[in-house]
């Protein structure tokens, strides 16, 4: 045993004895690698106690008594002069006791674990699982809801949105254009565009009104499309109420109106964010549609936007207006001019 390799050979006399009902006999009490040997005086072993399941029947008080574990009939008691004996048996017991399993130990290790990942589990992955799956879920007319409602918060800021009966019916065509599903057109309240839930899409009246060429706007509605296919507006709109709203939306199909408002308020103010020329140069020849007038409208100088000047897909080759001059100058009194 470890626990007393600065002992060669350790032995003592004590007193033994098997039963309650017996006579304590002297013995002979030797430790070996595993076992405690008591034996007679003629050197004749007369039992063997396991190291690891030796009992102490009277901690602190002498003389020292022992017993195998449990059996507190069978008893060996070491005299005081025998320190030397006792003292390697208690370093012995002590060094098998620390060696033990712990359950109980185990058990708070292991319901800590437990309790440490659901709260990771809570903190960091059940929000995202929870808004990817609501996400998934709502259906489209739901969707196409919260976008109308969204509109309708942002109108009691920006005024009703345009319309006209001579170009309502362009506007729809310009969708058709670009593969939207729905354009609204506000006299203010939003700087240029924004992408809602249900596949709305609004546009602020200076992307018609102070352009010539309608392809500035089409590339800003693929600008939007291509934001929408990054981030779902309607997991942006969940992401802003939190946790809570995103539960809230998963379990009654609805969006506080508070939380709309808060929403708008902030959408409203914040950059729109950045698209790849990439994806902007393959948005552009899915449509047909020149890249070069949506990159000057973006940039006057060129000089952030050169990507989309050099790469134009429709550069060179003969395309389909966007609309024609007719349409486009009457989409731009859609406002009252």
């Known amino acids: 045993m470890t626990a007393l390799t600065q002992y060669d050979r350790l032995e003592a006399t004590g007193l033994w004895r098997p039963t309650p009902e017996d006579q304590r006999r002297e013995v002979i009490v030797s430790v070996g690698d595993a076992t405690l ?12 106690w396991s190291l690891a399941a030796v009992e102490r029947m009277n901690p602190g008080q002498e003389p020292a008594i022992y017993h195998p574990d449990g059996d507190p009939s069978e008893t060996l008691e070491l005299p005081l002069e025998e320190a030397d004996m ?20 185990l058990r708070l290790v292991m319901i800590t674990g437990m309790v440490a990942t659901l709260v990771l589990l809570l903190v960091f992955w059940l929000p995202g ?32 949105a345009c319309a006209s009966a001579d170009s309502t019916p362009i506007l729809q065509t310009l969708a058709e254009r670009t ?8 006299s203010n309240g ?18 018609i009104e102070d352009h010539e060429d309608p392809a500035v706007a089409a590339g800003v509605i693929l600008a939007e ?50 698209v790849t020329d990439q994806d902007m140069l393959a948005r552009f020849a899915q449509s047909a549609i020149p890249s070069t007038p949506y990159a000057y409208a973006t940039d006057v100088t060129g000089e952030t936007v050169l990507g989309l000047i050099e790469a134009d897909p429709m550069s060179g080759r003969i395309v389909e207006p966007v609309l024609s001059d007719r349409d486009w100058v009457l989409l731009q009194n859609i406002c009252g001019g």
């Not at 593969?179 to 506000?186: G, K």
């Not at 990054?230 to 199909?253: H, I, K, N, Q, V």
Request: aromatic share 2%; glycine share 6%; charged share 20%.
């Open 37 to 48: 040997t008591i034996s007679d005086l003629n050197d004749r072993p007369l039992a063997h």
């Open 86 to 105: 006792v003292a390697a048996i208690e370093r012995l017991r002590q060094a098998i006791d620390r060696a033990r399993p712990r359950p109980g130990r």
């Open 225 to 274: 499309q291509a934001r929408a296919d990054l981030r779902d507006p309607l997991a942006e709109l969940l992401s802003y109420g939190g946790p809570l709203a995103t539960f809230r939306m998963l379990t009654t199909g609805q969006v506080s109106q508070a939380m709309m408002d808060h929403y708008v308020e902030q959408v409203l103010k914040a950059p729109r964010p950045a």
């Open 179 to 186: 593969n939207a599903h729905r354009l609204e057109v506000l």
């Open 129 to 160: 699982a929870m808004l990817n799956h609501t996400v998934r879920v709502v259906p489209d007319i739901q969707r196409k809801a919260i976008g109308q409602a969204l509109l309708g918060r942002i109108e009691r800021v920006s005024g009703q």
């Open 190 to 207: 939003i700087s240029q565009s924004l992408y809602l839930p249900g596949g709305l899409i609004i546009l602020n009246r200076a992307l």
